[in-house]
């Protein structure tokens, strides 16, 4: 696949499933989880996603320890987010190939 095609298709499919995380904090439905999501898209071809997605982790640890959660449940909740964003990854993957 020529990679100027690629890096649109990124940016396309990124950008959809972040504005659609987007609209879930407002609607019902997990947003954040579908912003780092789409995040985690972006970054595998943009760097500037890459450093909001760093910085995003940096917010929700923050936010995380404000709300006393737990260093294990914090880690499984993370175990999570990465299992729900490496199945995305694949998913996405297999359909572009």
Known sequence: MNPL???VLVGFVGGLVTLIGVVALVA???????IFTGLGILASE????????TSARGVAN???????IKKKHRL????A??????????????YTR
């Open 62 to 68: 923050r936010a995380a320890n404000a709300a006393k």
């Open 28 to 34: 019902p439905g997990p947003g954040w989880l579908i």
């Open 5 to 7: 095609i690629k890096r």
């Open 46 to 53: 943009f760097a500037w996603a890459a450093r909001v997605l």
């Open 81 to 94: 987010l990465i299992f729900l964003s490496l199945v995305s990854l694949v998913i996405w993957y297999e």
């Open 76 to 79: 499984m909740i993370m175990a």
